[in-house]
């Protein structure tokens, strides 16, 4: 099972984005889903996330311009990222808990490998 993260890039400021996070293999299904952002310099930050309930929640830096949504039949989840300023400048992060089979209801995280997202004129 593999997690990708796709979709950085440069982007002008007021610009918009969005970042995908594609799990591969033989999985059930992606339960709950996070997404990260660490500046250089700075701690890794929680961005935005998906409960395994449903359920979205964002950090107050994003909130209103960042949209978590999820397609279950691709595996996929995406950051739409709107309104971009130069402080969204980061590398960006998922994380998912996955299930391996309907029968197996254990879940098992993974890290995508991050994508550059640099906001810049």
């Known amino acids: 099972v593999q997690l990708q993260a796709s979709g950085g890039g440069l982007v002008q400021p007021g610009g918009s984005l969005t970042l995908s996070c594609a799990a591969s293999?033989?999985?059930?299904?992606?339960?709950?889903v996070d997404w990260y952002r660490q500046a250089p310099g700075k701690q890794r930050d929680l961005v935005a996330l998906?409960?395994?309930?449903?359920?979205?929640d964002y950090a107050d830096s994003v909130k209103g311009r960042f949209t978590i949504s999820r397609d279950n039949a691709k595996n996929t989840v995406y950051l739409q990222m709107n309104s971009l300023q130069p402080e969204d400048t980061a590398v960006y992060y998922c994380a998912a808990n996955i299930r391996y089979t309907a029968r197996d209801k254990n879940e098992y995280r993974y890290w995508g490998q991050g994508t550059l997202v640099t906001v810049s004129s």
């Open positions: 998906f409960t395994s309930g449903g359920s979205t």
């Open positions: 293999g033989s999985i059930f299904s992606i339960t709950a």
